[in-house]
């Protein structure tokens, strides 16, 4: 993840906006003294964040990607 002083997000917010909400883009975190305060990540990536930290449920429930993950590491780990 890159970082930029909070002076430089100030001045090109809009770039950082567009960078973040990019395809493959990726967060960007903003110093304060060279110290991580806030970091800026697209809407879609927040709420993708928020699903996956609220989600309690039944195994059945999980996307299929998940399922098909969890069903290979069964097979890896089966004698």
Same mark, same amino acid.
């Given at each position: 993840m890159r970082s930029v002083s909070a002076a430089e997000a100030a001045r090109s917010f *809009? =770039?950082? !906006? &567009? &960078?973040?909400?990019? /395809? *493959? *883009? &990726? /967060?960007v975190a903003v110093t304060h003294y060279n110290i991580p305060q806030v970091v800026v990540l697209s809407f879609k990536e927040y709420q993708e964040l928020v699903r996956k930290a609220r989600f309690a449920g !039944?195994? =059945?429930d999980l996307p299929e990607e998940d399922l098909a993950f969890l069903a290979s590491v069964d097979r890896r780990n089966a004698p």
């Open positions: *809009g =770039a950082i !906006r &567009e &960078e973040v909400c990019a /395809p *493959g *883009g &990726e /967060p !039944r195994v =059945a």
